[in-house]
Structures are given as structure tokens and as C-alpha cells.
């Protein structure tokens, strides 16, 4: 627990030098195959550029902190985290990033973020070609967490890659592990950026 | 007081690394909650990439170097700092930038940088939700600091937000401790650019 | 033959830092002077951030896997490599990349990107001066290896500079040893990127 | 002397980060003051990702090695960091870069780079205010170094700050130590960047 812990710690700091989190923004989460009902999420307001294995406190599937972290504020996103764990039962871990390209993409697609073509596409899970097309879908940017976490719910249909983006805000994207989500992150930040600057 | 001259040192070193600080540009300081009276303030001309502990200074409300560090120049923007100080009494640290997107911001804006509906808006503090304008006011550079001092006197209603730009200059941002000042600095320059690639 | 892996997995580590690696994608081979019948080469599937010296693996000159790797995966494009190392016997070392530019440049140039008067091109062997008109061929992208290594037969007089593009892929770049590959690879990266910001 | 060499070297491997030096790309120098009739220049062909204190070598004040280094060639560009130090006499270090900004500014501007207004334009040495507007000169490249020594000279006049771009090729800088080198250097490319991206 502790090794994973370190290495999201690791992973987190790796993506605030890339400017994916400036200050405290942005939020993580991993769960532990022997405790599925048990998610290590980041607490709120910690700078990411010092984001270490104690910035992690415990929720239940709901969102509330465990005993033993009471009175500490898990990330206000947290509720989005306890969606896609219930809406895809095998994620184990979600990462998350406010990165430029991502921000930029929402402004001008209204629905998704359609990318056709690239080789690195082949970073999702499940696909084998570059020769497809893949759509992002882009929600609408909400304080109100339990509203958006209906729309997660209800949108579930267009989440046909393990990524999308909240408008203005960022992305989310997730994995059966930590490898697999960094994967699915760093593909969908890859293509955004390369597919803004073709664009634009 | 060394742990806060390492701490900011490091940030200046940082900063220095994203292209925030060329050469010997910009500036840094900060108080002591003991000794509010006596700013630590970075002292001229020193290469920020290699800027230690040890290159802080001590001057008074007024800019004027303690008899300790009598000799040695501060900073020639020190009467900006004196000023902040002096408006916000609650501010205990104050960064700079230097930053091309600030500076681009600017030379398009002649009273202010209009920034609307991004989640990274809530790093600024008191603001809670992504639905807001923010106006990031944009006054002419100078080097007639006690000039420009009056400007900053005169102008305070319109600092609405922790920051503002110099044209062509670059960006101050103010906070409560370094953490606060830090997370200031990082959401408007976060802001600025991806304001300036969307619309440009 | 250790140090010529530690060698090039720190070079790996170095362009992922670059964005030329998002993720598990893109893939190196080198070979032994000693045994030039034996290709070194990446293990599919390995996160580039952490790319290690044991991370490669032993193929021969037609990509299969020596019998202490069996069961183990060489990269997809293996094949690629097993074709230059025919095409052009001197070489002892592929380097690639999943370039931003190059995949731009790939989506803009049907034929070949063409590179005129930069004092950079002379990091192409052989290129003594800048006043001269060099084209990177572009070929389209396949999942078909096999019908890939046979375009690049085909098209061998076209490689008249040690760099190709795959269209929305990235670059392949060789040499007569590791130093070499890496001149050509960053010669060829740094020129797309100039070329496209000029002319985009 | 050895300091010297090692915190060039140590400038040489952080500039090739910024992207300034692609491989093998780029040459620097310096001089010391008891011996200012030897040049210390860096040796062709050395990778700037790895360039250490003992990159360097000894020539005179027409280019040639001195007898300690017989028969290794100094950087083609040798006889340009010889016409610098004889045209401006104080000189003591000479810095060159690749940089994308200064070969843009270059394929865009025939005579001139002109900059105007910019509070970073203090980090020429005797520039004192943001009013101002400098012109940084823009020479046509050339593989005949000795030609290229007769131009400076004979365009001396124009060098009114310590920097010039070769077209398609990039900047050299210079300083009387390395110190005031490096912001010189850092002056210009920080100007030709920001001035790039405001007017393109």
C-alpha cells in the first residue's frame, strides 16, 4: 500500500513539472484489490509540486473519510472519483490533470474532442489500429458534485475510452491500475495537444 | 526565518526554470509574522538560477536597507514590495515573474486581463466556483518606482484579485504566506496563457 | 554490452522527458559490433519514464526472439529495425519518436518534408553545409510490418538523409553507433519543429 | 581556470536542455584574465547533453591550437570567438545558441531584429530603461569562417548590444565574464521569443 502510495506520490509531482496542476490544483485516487471498497484519495489544498505518500487520506464508496481521518478534507472532486469506480467496477486507479491542450479543446468542441488516425491512439485500452476514430466526450464544468456525477452516469454510453474532459477545467482518465491510467492520461494529453496544434 | 529563505530561494530556482525569470530579472520577498515591520527582500542582480538563502536582505517599511546590510543594493523594484506591504497589511510574501505570457497579455490589453469561466480561478483566494469574472488590472511599466507606487495607491480598488501585470514587464502576486503568494502567482500565469493560446 | 544498454535506456528516459514517448509508445534497437546478428530491443509494453537496461531484449536479423527471451514480446516494430539493420549494414543503432512535429509535419507533407538552409542540417552525416535542400521522406502508417519493411526496400533511394517519418506516428533516425543515431534523431526533430513554426 | 571550465560546462549542459544545442550543435569560449592571449574554446563535435570541463582546449588568437592540443580540432567556429575578443577587448566570454526564436526572428527579419519597450531589454549591460528600442543585427550564414570575420568587422558599428544572430543559424552573445555573457545570451533569447510570439 505504502509502494503505491510513493509511486502515484512520484507520478503526481512528474505531472506538475509538465504544468498539469499548477499549485494546488488537480486530484488522484487509487484503490487496493484486497480493500476494493476502500479509496486512497488526495487531500484538499496540498501544493503538487510537494505532493508526497502522507497527502493521501482514505474515503468509503461514498466519499465519506474513514474514522481515522476525520475532520480532514479529502479533494472536493472526490464524489466524480466514487462514480467511475462504481460505473467501472475493474478501475483501481484515476488520474487527473488541468492541462493546457485539454482546456483548450473544451472551448472549441462543444460535444467531443473527435481524434482520427493517430498512431498513439493505440495508448487505449483495446485498440489496435490507427486507422479510427475516437470521440472525447467534453461535460460541462460544475461545482455541484453530485449533479455531475448523475451526468457521469447518464452519459455512461459515450465513455467509450477511459477518458474525458470537464470544460475549462480538465481531464480524468482511468485505468485497472496505475500503469494502465497513466497510460490512458499522458495518450489523451498527447493527442489533444498534437491534434490543437494541427488545428489551430 | 533560514527555512523560509530556503523555502522561497527554491521557488525563485523553480521559477527560474520555467523561463520565469531570465538571467538576473525579477524579484522576491517576504516577512517575518515576529518582525513584520523588516522585509526580506532579494537583493540586485543575482543570476536566479543559482539564488541561495543567502541572498536575501533586510530592509525597512520605506525600502531602506538595515544598518546590517548597508552597502548592498536591494532590488531597484523594492518600493513596489514596500508598497504592497503597506496596502495589504495581511501580506507576508510577495513573487514576481517575468513570464512571456504575461508580458504578451499586456501588449494586447490596455487596462486589464479579462479572464472568465476557468476552474483554475478558485486558486485565486475567496473565489469558489468557475462561473465568475476575474479583471487582472494592467498598468504601464515605469522606472520611476515612487511613481509607480502611487499608481499601485491609487488603483487599489481595482485589485480585485492578488495580482497584477506591469506592460511589457511582468506579473506581481501577494499572499498570506508563501504558499498563498506561490498559488497566486502559479493561477495567473496559468491563466494568461491558455487565455493567450485560445485567443491567439 | 551493459554500458551500451545503460547508455541508451538513459537516453530513452532523457526524450520521454522530451514528450517524444507519451506513455509505453515508441521503441530502440542497437547491435554488437561483436555480434552484429543479434538486435538489442525494446520489450513491448514498457512505460519510457522508466526504461531500464533490462528492458531490452535479444532478437535476430528477422526479429525473432533469441530462446532466452522466448515468451517475451519485442516491440511491434521490430521488423522496421530488422529491415534498416539489411538496408544499411553499417548501422548499429535505431532511435524513434512520436515527435509532436514530426507527426505535424507528416499530416501537412504528403511526399516528404522538405528542409532548406539551416546551419542544423549539417548534423545529417555526410551534410558539410547549409546551402543545400534535404527531404525527409513521408510514409504512410500501418499496423502491417511485414508490407512496411517492404516500402522501405522500395523506397530505399529516397533515404537520402538516415530519417523517415511514419504519417501521424513520428520518426525513425539510425547511425553508425548510439551518438550518431541520437545527432541524426534530434537534428531531424529540431529542424520539423523550427520548419513548422515558421511556416504554421 | 578549472572552476571556469566546470561552470561553463555546467551552463553548456543546461542550455542544451532549453533546446539550444541540439547534439553536437553550438560553441562557447572563454579567456582568462592573466592569460587573455589564450582562448579556451570547446573541442568539434562533443554532445552538449553531456559537455564537461575537460570538452575544452587551448588556442591562440588566430584560432590555432596550441602545442598541448596538436592535431584536435577546436569547433569549426573558432575564428569567430578570435574576431569578438579582438573587437571588443574587455570580452572574456563568448556564448552561442541553436535557439528556435533566433532562427525564426532570422528567416523573418532581413537587416534587423528590432525591440522595443521590453523591461528585460535592462539585461544588456548600459540599457537603463524599458524606453528604448534596440536593434540586434542579423548576419547572412556562411561555412567561410575567415569571411564571416571580415563582415563583423566591418559591421562593428552595428553591434550596439553584445549580441547578433547568423541567419538560419542562430545567436552569439558575449560578456566580460561569463556571468554578464550568459545574461546577455539569456536577454536576447528570452526578447526573440516573446517578440516572435506577439507578432506571429
Chains 1, 2, 3, 4 share one sequence.
Not at 490544483?25 to 479509496?39: A, C, G, H, K, L
Request: aromatic share 12%; net charge negative.
Amino acid at each position: 500500500m505504502e509502494e503505491l502510495k510513493a509511486q502515484l506520490a512520484q507520478v503526481i509531482r512528474a505531472y506538475h513539472q509538465k504544468g498539469w496542476s499548477p499549485a494546488t490544483s488537480t486530484n488522484y485516487s487509487f484503490r487496493n484489490p484486497e480493500t476494493p471498497d476502500v479509496i486512497f484519495v488526495s487531500k484538499s489544498g496540498i501544493d503538487k509540486s510537494v505532493f508526497s505518500a502522507a497527502d493521501f487520506m482514505e474515503v468509503d464508496m461514498d466519499g465519506k473519510a474513514l474514522p481515522a481521518y476525520e475532520g480532514i478534507r479529502p479533494s472536493a472532486e472526490t464524489l466524480i472519483h466514487c462514480k467511475l469506480y462504481a460505473l467501472f467496477p475493474e478501475t483501481m486507479c484515476i488520474v487527473h490533470s488541468h492541462s493546457l491542450y485539454s482546456v483548450l479543446q473544451s472551448m472549441k468542441n462543444e460535444i467531443s474532442v473527435s481524434l482520427s488516425g493517430y498512431e498513439v491512439l493505440k495508448g487505449f485500452e483495446g485498440i489496435k489500429t490507427h486507422e479510427t476514430t475516437v470521440q472525447v466526450p467534453v461535460f460541462d464544468n460544475t461545482q455541484d458534485m453530485p449533479a455531475f456525477s448523475e451526468t457521469l452516469e447518464q452519459e455512461k454510453a459515450r465513455l467509450t475510452v477511459p477518458a474525458f474532459i470537464m470544460r475549462q477545467h480538465g481531464t480524468y482518465a482511468w485505468g485497472r491500475n496505475l500503469f494502465e491510467a497513466k497510460r490512458h492520461l499522458e495518450t489523451a494529453e498527447y493527442l489533444f495537444e498534437v491534434d490543437w496544434k494541427f488545428s489551430n
